[in-house]
């Protein structure tokens, strides 16, 4: 892992991934309903991992579902993922998988893996709305804070 900085490309996105799945098959969700999780690294490898994760669920209950009876595909939009994952296919895939009121502007500021310009790749997406955008770049972080918009504007 301390190879090609490893740790960073492939070690912090499956550490997120891992993070979400413990939360999920640990039933933490299930003893803290209220709780609210935001990821950072658009959720990491959990995205591509949840329909793996379902079906293991669904295989090989004795071995998964353990301590949670719930089909680990329910939560994917109960937690709040950034949007930094540096490619637009991927961000429209994040889309259609969690959806927009899920997923918050990510800059990764001021470590180097982050977009130089926070908020380019989401401006850059010719095929999102006005609204989208909005969300992505605003809403969904004032919502997940509990302010306004209105707070923010001169």
Not at 50 to 56: F, K, Y
Not at 84 to 91: S, V
Not at 125 to 133: G, I, N, P
Not at 135 to 145: H, Q, V, Y
């Amino acid at each position: 892992m301390e190879n090609y900085w490893l740790q960073w490309l492939v070690g912090m996105p499956c550490e997120t991934a891992l993070t979400i799945v413990s939360l999920i098959f640990g039933c933490v969700l299930e003893r803290l309903p209220d709780l609210r999780i935001a990821f950072a690294h658009s959720g990491g490898a959990y995205p591509a991992l949840v329909g793996r994760l379902e079906h293991d669920f669904n295989v090989r209950p004795d071995l998964v579902a353990i301590q949670n009876e719930v089909n680990p595909k329910e939560y994917i939009a109960k937690f709040t993922l950034d949007s930094l994952i540096h490619d637009a296919d991927m961000l429209r895939y994040l889309i259609g998988l969690v959806g927009a009121e899920c997923i918050a502007l990510g800059s990764d500021y001021p470590f180097p893996l982050g977009e130089p310009e926070p908020g380019f790749l989401i401006e850059s997406m010719d095929d999102f709305s006005a609204e989208t955008k909005e969300r992505l770049l605003a809403g969904t972080a004032l919502e997940w804070l509990g302010q306004s918009k209105e707070m923010y504007d001169r």
